[in-house]
Nanobody, 124 residues
Framework: VQLQAYGGGLVQAGNSLRLSCAPS????????MGWFRQTSGDERVFVAA????????YYSDSVKGRFTISRDNANNMVYLQMNSLQPEDTAVYYC??????????????????WGQGTQVTVSS
């Protein structure tokens, strides 16, 4: 399984970016999908996740109300719309695929597959 994440870049605070992730797996619809982020030297931190059906979404407190995760199951795509970006959102963002139980959806160690990461830099 390969996960190709893209859409990162350099933006000013207050602006928006949309990240995309294209999982190359036939059974894509069997996976919950998540986004994590990592700053230099720190662990990967949960950002958002969406259930296999797309019916339920989950967010970290730091991004709730600003970020929106969505998926297009017909085209095997996952998106993270990021609005009102702040300098503290600067990180490498990773998409990942999860087949564990729902209670583990925020835990990075329970994700089976990871993309290569895309850099998001927010200037003040």
């Amino acid at each position: 399984v390969q996960l190709q994440a893209y859409g990162g870049g350099l933006v000013q605070a207050g602006n928006s970016l949309r990240l995309s992730c294209a999982p190359s797996v036939r059974t894509y619809n069997n996976y919950d999908m998540g986004w994590f982020r990592q700053t230099s030297g720190d662990e990967r931190v949960f950002v958002a996740a969406i259930r296999r059906s797309g019916g339920f979404t989950y967010y970290s407190d730091s991004v709730k109300g600003r970020f929106t995760i969505s998926r297009d199951n017909a085209n095997n795509m996952v998106y993270l719309q990021m609005n009102s970006l702040q300098p503290e959102d600067t990180a490498v963002y990773y998409c990942a695929a999860h087949r564990g139980i729902l209670s583990t959806i925020r835990r990075g160690t329970t994700y089976a597959y990871w993309g290569q990461g895309t850099q998001v830099t927010v200037s003040s």
